[in-house]
């Protein structure tokens, strides 16, 4: 019976899924999501941010003290 030797391919093969660095198309449920502020219901920021929530604490403090 001849013997075979197995080696290791020369040539660098291609594996079994999807490429590294293959770049995919996000769908619509992957897309960031806009920031609203919960404040005053406008888009942009949190209310973290808020300048009005800021505005309206600034002039209830004035008014306390």
């Known amino acids: 019976m001849p013997q075979i030797s197995i080696r290791d391919p ?12 293959a770049t995919r198309i996000k ?9 609203n502020c919960s404040y005053c219901k406008k888009p942009g920021h949190y209310i973290s941010e808020c300048q ?3 505005a309206d604490e600034a002039t ?6």
């Open 52 to 54: 009005k929530k800021k």
């Open 60 to 65: 209830l403090q004035e008014k306390e003290g």
């Open 10 to 21: 020369v040539v660098h093969t291609n594996t079994k899924g999807r490429p590294k660095s």
């Open 27 to 35: 769908s619509s449920l992957e897309a960031p999501k806009k920031r």
